[in-house]
């Protein structure tokens, strides 16, 4: 009988297709090309902390403006994101995307060409209102594409091109630097240059690269696609009781994951735009190709720490612990590393860090949905992430402030390890706020009852 039983869950559904194939053909067309562009648009916002080792001196930037420049990106990000995701609901995914890839691909290569403090600062700004809302708009894009007991899987292949862009984009900003460049420029214009110049050719080409809803694929079949939109409406449905519109920003839920999402971004940007000048103020006789192989080893552990996760919450069909508990490890491994005795326990307590950021950070995003409904699901995305990005707002120059004044790093990393723990403390808060585990929970006390 148990095997009959087992036998019958593993039944194909009546005109189902199969699952696997379909989202393996979804991940293919849309995921890689989607993780390509993030890819693309982490390594034009974050190459600046490798142009920062000459472009500093250059340029007359000191740790304060420099940092003031890093986070004046945030500015534009956060200020864009709601009206970039109602833009993208009123005309769909490409011409949205072609819109946006365009404008941050010409700023990126723009940077090539500064010569002022004024003019670092006036292309952060517009690269930070192209990108505003492209991550927020891509979670929306796929809460329509993959159906949720998925997404926890797709959303962290996504999510994987911000630490490849480091492991990969650090060594090729480093070597690209100290390269011989064809029309003799300083190394650090010559990165800047290249590194843009492939988001516009992407964003040309995606026009013919994405479809706007399922219905509109042609690469799936008939059935592929009835099933996706009747996954989707069905989700969608049962979440119809779940807060909407602007209802939402009343609910305690949504100010809770924007905390949740800001303590986990507060880490992830002070490695981001810090870390190749930590490394060289450790070590100050590192090349520029050696100081981009170093600032990557961190790196490939949050990639890693991405993928083992989400994984991990697929298989177990459960969020908030693995979000959770991994923020919490994060916290305490970062506060470890200023109190290392050598150089190499402090980088193997970083690494560390890095595994369980990485995981906090990939199975996030499947927690919203949790308590969002359908009509609020873009909206309440845009608010977690712009929330979350304040964390890019404050915490570069809030480093380069302290930086300037201390000549330490250890202050602006104690205060990363407690907003891991702090974003952990929240995700349980909001664990024990779920609506399906409070009538779990009621469901089992009234059978107590009633033995």
Known sequence: MPSGGRQERGKQRVNEPPVSGTIRRIKVRLLVPLLALLFLSTVDRVNVSFAA??????????????????????????????????????????RWLFTIALLWGAA??????????QGFYALRLLLGVAEGGFAPGVMYYLAHWIPKRYRAGAISN?????????????????????????????????????????????????????????????????????????????????????????KLLREPELWLASLGWFGLMAGAHALIYWLPQVIRHFASDTSDMQVGVLSALPWIAVGAGMIVNAWLSDRAQERYLHVSLAALSAGVLLALTPVSSTGAIALLALILAGLFMGGAQ???????????????????????????????????????????????????????????????????????????????????GSYSGET
Do not use: K
């Open 362 to 444: 990939s199975t996030f995003w499947t927690i919203p949905p949790l308590f969002l409904g359908s009509a609020a699901l873009a909206g309440g995305f845009a608010i977690i992430n712009m929330c979350g990005n304040l964390a890019g707002l404050v915490v570069p120059s809030a480093i380069g402030w302290v930086r300037e004044r201390t000549g330490s790093f250890d202050i602006p990393v104690f205060l990363m390890a407690a907003l891991s723990v702090v974003a952990g403390l929240v995700v349980l808060w909001l664990r024990s706020r779920d609506p399906a585990r409070r009538g779990a929970r009621a469901i089992m």
């Open 53 to 94: 080792l000459q472009m500093n001196t250059e340029l007359g930037l000191t740790p304060e403006t420099y940092g003031f420049g890093v986070s004046i990106f945030f500015f534009g990000y956060i200020l864009i994101q709601w009206p970039s995701l109602m833009l993208l609901q009123r005309v769909g995914m490409r």
């Open 108 to 117: 990126a290569t723009g940077m090539a060409f500064i010569h002022s403090a």
């Open 158 to 246: 996504f999510m994987l091109a911000v630490p490849m862009s480091v492991i990969l984009g650090g060594p090729l900003s480093g070597w690209l630097m100290s390269m011989d460049n064809p029309v003799d420029w300083a190394g650090w214009r010559w990165m800047l240059l290249i590194e843009g110049a492939p988001t516009i050719a992407l964003a040309l080409a995606s026009p013919w690269i994405f479809a706007d809803r399922p219905r509109d694929a042609a690469w799936l079949s008939e059935t592929e696609r009835r099933w996706i939109e009747a996954e989707i409406e069905r989700e969608q449905a049962s979440q119809q009781a779940s807060v909407s519109g602007w």
